[in-house]
């Protein structure tokens, strides 16, 4: 039972969910059906309509767990389970769930802990028995399934992970799944959960939901929904060919566009070419996607390669390392400056202070090149130097 507070915020709370689940039910069926000549406005050339429906069909999993970048066709996925689900049985309730439907103000949530802590102080422990998740989950699931009705439910949750509480949300959601696939007279209860990286996701979760990653669209597909619009084959070959990492929205609005110019004005084949570069994607150097672009990915085989230039350069034969001291060449009286012995342990510890400093900038300055060189100018900015290869050859143990 939940406390007074809440109580008082759950009717709005689920109120809102139904009203927004079934705008969202409405549009996906229109969007879905079957017109004349068996066309339809959604798009499925991404390829996976067959695969969903069938998975679906089954009825051996639980749910579905779709993963993937932005625009790889995540929502199309799940507007195909959805759109099946709701054709094949009427009895099914779509519910819609985001991470921004278990936003709460920490205000309302210190006024709940401050009523529960009174309850337990009171020893009202009856009382006190759900916490903010399960209540709000409860309830809503108990508007399909109490004494009065029975119906199976589909639930939809989208970037649950961004939510502060998605680790409760996702624990209580595998405990609804057992005990609705474990009791014979309860409904079916089916999850999709839409997140961009499996990682987001309990194993207690994650063990009852099919797996499936969306990607970009590969060339086929590019072509084929331009084909879908409308575009010939041979404009829309040489179109595909030109856009790659386009994702689906992307290929939808540069077909749509097309389609407008082509209603208007002759269209030539220069006039592709400079749109296109102009709807290409831009490319976003943000400090976290920096982090997995190919760039930083490229750098950190070079910083590894940096931790070994000391051994590198001595192996190459350019100098000796100068931490440690080398024998004295047996026809030369004179040391040479890099075979030098240190007077004392502080003039040592200063010349090691010193190359991790360096190596700490020669980092540092990397870090701030990637950001303004292309892959292309890295490759021969790096590469094409005879140390680096040298270096490659010597960690693969090659001579």
């Given amino acids: 039972m939940e406390t007074k507070f809440f109580k008082k915020k759950l009717r709005a709370w689920i109120n809102n969910v139904l009203s927004v689940s079934s705008d969202t039910k409405a549009d996906i069926l229109k969007r879905h059906a079957v017109g004349v000549g068996g066309v339809c406005l959604s798009d499925y050339s991404f390829g996976w309509k067959d695969v969903i429906e069938i ?33 094949q049985d009427d009895n099914y309730e779509i519910l819609y769930l985001s991470d921004k439907n278990f936003i ?4 309302d949530i210190q006024a709940d802990q401050e009523e529960r802590q009174n309850l337990i102080d009171n020893e009202d422990l009856d009382y006190l028995t759900d916490d903010i998740v399960h209540t709000f989950l409860d309830k809503l699931l108990d508007e399909f399934y109490n004494d009065e ?6 639930i ?9 509480i998605s680790e409760s949300i996702y624990d209580r959601l595998s405990k609804y799944i ?6 014979e007279d309860f409904p079916s209860l089916f999850v999709i959960l839409i997140e961009p990286d499996e990682k987001y996701v309990s194993s207690s979760l994650r063990k009852y939901l099919r797996l499936m990653k969306m990607s970009l669209p590969n060339f086929h597909q590019r072509k084929q929904m331009m084909i879908n619009r ?3 084959a041979k404009t829309a070959e040489a179109i595909a060919n030109s856009t790659e990492n386009f994702n689906y929205s992307q290929i939808r609005d540069l077909a749509e566009n097309i389609a407008i110019w082509r209603e208007i004005d002759e269209i030539t084949s220069e006039f592709y070419e400079n749109f296109i570069y102009t709807q290409s994607p831009e490319s976003v150097f943000s400090e976290n996607s920096l982090l997995y672009s190919e760039k930083i990915q490229f750098y950190r085989k070079i910083e590894n390669i940096i931790d070994y230039v000391p051994q590198l350069l ?7 390392y100068v931490g440690v001291p080398t024998a004295k060449n047996v026809t030369n009286t004179v040391p040479a400056e890099e075979d030098k012995l240190f007077e004392s342990t502080e003039d040592y510890k200063r010349e090691m202070a010193s190359i991790a400093k360096n190596e700490k900038n020669a980092k540092s300055k990397i870090e701030e090149e990637s950001t303004s060189m292309t892959l292309c100018e890295m490759m ?5 130097k005879e140390f680096v290869s040298k270096a490659f050859n010597i960690t693969d143990g090659s001579n």
């Fill in 230 to 232: 409308g575009i010939d």
């Fill in 104 to 107: 709460f103000d920490s205000q």
């Fill in 380 to 384: 021969n900015d790096v590469i094409g």
């Fill in 149 to 154: 009705v029975s119906k199976n439910v589909c």
């Fill in 156 to 164: 939809v949750l989208e970037n649950i992970s961004k939510s502060d």
């Fill in 178 to 183: 057992c005990m609705y696939e474990s009791n």
């Fill in 55 to 87: 998975t679906v069909e089954e009825k051996k999993i639980n749910g579905l767990l779709l993963t993937g970048p932005v625009g790889s066709g995540k929502h199309t996925a799940a507007e195909i389970a959805v759109n099946f689900i709701a054709n």
């Fill in 314 to 320: 001595e192996k190459i034969g350019q100098i000796s």
